[in-house]
């Protein structure tokens, strides 16, 4: 793994915020700025109890004002029966409605874990809209400048008002708040507790290029397949670095590297070849020294990773399960096993 790092040529580890002010310039765009203030209403989803009685449904509507203007969304909240405070998830996700494809609810219940389903269109659209939702306040005359934000940061904003709600919610332990998402949705994720130091663990599902995967000598989807589908993901100046990525100025162990000293899970699938599991790992061994201060481990890991590896022992934990790209009861599973071997 050594030798596959070295080959990579990667850019040395810098201070966390010299990290995420390159990051932020050159590939996401910088985060969109705090409300200036903001409210929160909340609905029963059911009548009763779901889930025989194990929990609690609510539609939250996260209300803010943002630049001087209005912006609201909704988001569904699952505590389980009980006083807590419980530990929590915000599950970024491509599906609304509860229990969905990603969102295992009686799993995640039973495992002693809230939390919230945030349904990523319900901030602004997965396409190259600009005037829809979140991007249409922040950007009222479109995107402007080479460091405006992408889609991929305007979502990571919203997981991050989830969390502005949790510190009103004396059931949610906000010293347990984690975040997690797939593909897409898992580089989301990443930036989502890069950027927030109230996220104590982050889980990367199988987020490939622009996520947990170094881009350099990818072996899977690479900067300029993403840059020609989804350009609106991240920000212009990104496009530089098409077919030139050896030029960056950074690769993705610094989105890692800048969850340190926190916890930061990813999660690769075999037959995910697109998602570049190796590369996946390797940013985990890139970005282990950051993690290695203060008595902290980084990631412990001596070797290339094979089907049904699991390596939980450090701060960075990283697992290789079989089959496609999904986000698994399997994966969640992982999730549950690490959270448990830190506490
Ligand atoms: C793919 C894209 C990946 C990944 C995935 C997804 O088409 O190339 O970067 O994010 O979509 O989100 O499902």
């Not at 916890?263 to 075999?270: E, I, K, L, N």
């Not at 697109?274 to 061994?285: I, K, N, R, V, Y």
């Not at 599973?333 to 071997?341: A, G, H, P, V």
Request: net charge negative.
């Amino acid at each position: 793994m050594k030798k596959l790092i070295n080959e990579r040529q990667l850019p040395s580890l810098l201070s966390r915020e010299e990290m995420l002010g390159i990051l932020q310039r050159e590939e996401y765009g910088f985060m969109p700025p705090s409300p200036d203030c903001i409210s929160f209403s909340k609905a029963p989803l059911r009548n009763e109890n779901v889930f025989a009685g194990k929990g609690l449904l609510w539609e939250i509507t996260v209300a803010l004002k943002i630049n001087g203007k209005d912006f609201s969304f909704p988001v569904s909240l699952m505590i389980p029966e009980g006083e807590g405070p419980f530990p929590f998830f915000v599950n970024i996700n491509f599906e609304k409605n509860i229990p969905n494809y990603y969102f295992p609810a009686e799993e995640i219940l039973d495992n002693g874990f809230a939390a919230f389903n945030l349904y990523f269109k319900d901030v602004t659209a997965d396409n190259d809209d600009f005037s829809d939702g979140l991007a249409g306040v922040i950007f009222p005359e479109g995107r402007k400048n080479n460091t405006d934000c992408g889609k991929i940061a305007m979502w990571a904003w919203a997981a991050q008002r989830c969390l502005d709600y949790a510190e009103t919610e004396p059931r949610l332990d906000m010293k347990r708040a984690a975040v997690c998402g797939h593909s897409r949705l898992g580089k989301t994720a990443l930036v989502a507790a890069a950027t927030d130091e109230r996220f104590y663990y982050a889980h990367s599902n199988d987020s490939g290029c622009s996520g947990a995967s170094i881009a350099r000598d990818n072996t899977g989807e690479t900067v300029s397949d993403i840059c020609r589908v989804f350009p609106y993901w991240f920000c212009e100046n990104y496009k530089k670095y098409t077919d030139n990525e050896y030029s960056m100025p950074f690769d993705q162990h610094f989105l890692l590297a800048s969850i340190a000293p926190r916890f930061v899970t990813v999660g690769s699938a075999d037959e995910d070849a697109w998602a570049d599991p190796t590369g996946e790992q390797l940013s985990c061994f890139a970005a282990s020294p950051a993690f290695e201060k203060d008595g902290q481990s980084g990631f412990i890991c001596d070797r290339k990773a094979v089907t049904g590896d699991t390596f939980f022992e450090g701060n960075i934990g990283y697992f290789l399960r079989k089959g496609r790209h999904f986000f698994s009861r399997e994966d969640w599973n992982k999730m549950f096993e690490f959270i448990r071997s830190k506490n």
